[in-house]
């Protein structure tokens, strides 16, 4: 499957964004689907997950009650809306896709976007 992320730019502290990620292949409602994210001189980290399905969600603490992952399935895309941005959330964020279960590792995914940058001014 090939994944392309788009959405990304600049807003100010408390603003929202919505990224999307557009995925090819007509076998994309068999992957798990992430969201990860790498700021400057930091790891890539784990965002936001979703199931095969879309009932099932999950996401690291720090955007939880904040981000919302979703996916429909129809269109091949997953969506990442965010809401009360702040200037810590600024990085590259990259979708990612794979087999089986979520998980937070990064190098357990098959599949990678290119990534979108996003910019939280304070």
């Known amino acids: 499957v090939q994944l392309q992320a788009s959405g990304g730019g600049l807003v100010q502290a408390g603003g929202s964004l919505r990224l999307s990620c557009a995925a090819s292949?007509?076998?994309?409602?068999?992957?798990?689907m992430g969201w990860f994210r790498q700021a400057p001189g930091k790891e890539r980290e784990f965002v936001a997950g979703?199931?095969?399905?879309?009932?099932?969600?999950y996401y690291a603490d720090s955007v939880k009650g904040r981000f919302t992952i979703s996916r429909d399935n129809a269109k091949n895309t997953v969506l990442l809306q965010m809401v009360s941005l702040k200037p810590e959330d600024t990085a590259v964020y990259y979708c990612?896709?794979?087999?089986?279960?979520?998980?937070?590792?990064?190098?357990?995914?098959?599949?990678w976007g290119q990534g979108t940058q996003v910019t939280v001014s304070s």
């Open positions: 990612a896709a794979r087999g089986d279960r979520v998980v937070t590792t990064p190098a357990l995914y098959d599949y």
């Open positions: 292949g007509r076998t994309f409602s068999s992957y798990v």
């Open positions: 979703v199931n095969w399905s879309g009932g099932s969600t």
